[in-house]
């Protein structure tokens, strides 16, 4: 490669002309001239390509196009790309968030819904046993009972019911039915009259 | 194949059934041992006439555990369980009248009971009518037939409920009319619970239409 003193360069560049350059660089910068317009007319020639050469690339070209086999279509090394966008982003987390919500809800509790906490008083003052029952228990006059409180003559139970309506009675020494002296009642098709209880 | 068929048929109709083999197995399971075995079978039969015409199951076998947890005889249980049938039926029919959707059995558990406590017909339809949400027609039932099963004139009943749902009250208002009533009844003097209900509906008609507030006339044809 020619190494050109800076003022011919600064010639080249056409930052001067070759007058300009002293007299003896002015064989240099001429040489330098003559060779950067040699290379702009070989860079203007037009390129012949041999028509054998044409046939072969065309070839090459019909040869990829033609449709693979199965098997090299299931293993051919495929270069795929993803591009994230927010807008596609945005429904796919929404999507994950509700499946993982189908998976992981909770199954609906029999006592998800309000309960409350009734006290049940009676006052039997020569009863050997009370008992309580009702809607909420099956008609069990045997699944609860009451205690004796402190007071003499009373018993009582407290229970945790869900809302709603409740019927029930008083089973004295597990014969006597017995409506709440202190509750709201209505008959019971049987003769006999059932405590309501609305929480 | 044809046996294929005919297994995929009958497991269709078992499943379209109205009540499934497991909920008759279920309402077998209930009344094993707690009931004579007539009166099983009678439920089993009122429930699955009930469950087809969409009507809840539970007050019938109530009934049936009740009548035999208390000694009653066999065919006094069996014509109770009849009842409580023609209630839920007749509950339905009001409920409907007043604009519910059939499907609301706790509404209709709700309406046959105050048909029991004393109100009629047409007192559970003006109340479905007036519990449009945020009012629970269940919950306006419940509370009205507690209020009768205190002594409160139906009518009276009817007034109450409406009002205060009238008024925009909560709807916590409406849960707590028995315990206001219970309230005036326990302080006043000899006030009955009929007499305590005309007070609270007086109220809640004064909150709904406050003195100097005119209605809206109705526009002009």
Do not use: C
């Not at chain 2, 009518?155 to 707590?176: F, W």
């Amino acid at each position: 490669m020619t190494d050109f003193h800076p003022d011919v360069k600064r010639l080249l560049d056409g930052e001067v002309s070759l007058a300009d350059l002293p007299s003896e660089l002015r064989a240099e910068g001429e040489e330098a001239l003559r060779l950067v317009a040699a290379a702009a007319d070989w860079a203007r020639t037009p390129v012949t390509l041999s028509p054998a050469l044409d046939a072969r690339v065309m070839a090459a070209v019909r040869s990829r196009a033609a449709a693979p086999s199965l098997w090299r279509r299931l293993t051919e090394p495929r270069e795929v790309r993803l591009r994230l966008r927010p807008w596609i982003l945005a429904p796919a987390l929404a999507a994950a968030a509700v499946l993982a919500l189908l998976l992981v809800r909770p199954a609906p509790s029999p006592v998800a819904s309000a309960t409350v906490t009734v006290r049940f008083v009676l006052f039997a003052p020569d009863a050997q046993q009370v008992a309580l029952a009702g809607t909420f228990n099956q008609w069990d006059v045997a699944a609860t009972p009451l205690v004796r409180s402190n007071a003499p003559g009373v018993w009582t139970a407290t229970l945790t019911l869900p809302a709603g309506q409740h019927e029930y009675a008083f089973v004295v020494d597990g014969a006597r039915w017995v409506p709440d002296p202190a509750a709201p009642a209505v008959d019971d098709g049987f003769g006999r009259r059932n405590s309501v209880l609305t929480l | 194949m044809k046996l294929g068929l005919g297994l995929i048929a009958g497991l269709l109709a078992i499943s379209a059934a109205p009540v499934s083999l497991a909920a008759q197995q279920d309402i077998a399971t209930r009344l094993a041992g707690r009931v004579p075995p007539d009166v099983a079978a009678l439920v089993q039969q009122l429930a699955a006439d009930a469950a087809a015409r969409g009507l809840p199951m539970d007050p019938l076998i109530q009934k049936a555990i009740e009548g035999s947890a208390k000694g009653v005889p066999a065919e006094r249980v069996a014509t109770a369980v009849r009842t409580v049938a023609g209630q839920l039926d007749a509950a339905a029919a009001a409920l409907r009248d007043g604009g519910l959707v059939p499907t609301d059995t706790a509404a209709i558990a709700a309406g046959a009971f105050a048909l029991n406590a004393g109100l009629n017909d047409r007192n559970l339809t003006d109340l479905t009518r007036a519990s449009r949400p945020p009012y629970s027609v269940a919950t306006t039932l419940r509370v009205a037939s507690t209020l009768a099963a205190m002594g409160v004139p139906a009518a009276q009943v009817v007034e109450l409920v409406t009002q205060v749902i009238a008024a925009g009250e909560p709807a916590e208002s409406v849960v707590n009319l028995p315990a206001q009533v219970q309230a005036r009844v326990s302080h006043g003097q000899g006030m009955t619970p009929a007499q305590a209900a005309a007070g609270l509906a007086r109220a809640a008609a004064a909150r709904a239409n406050p003195p100097g507030q005119n209605k809206p006339k109705p526009p002009h044809p």
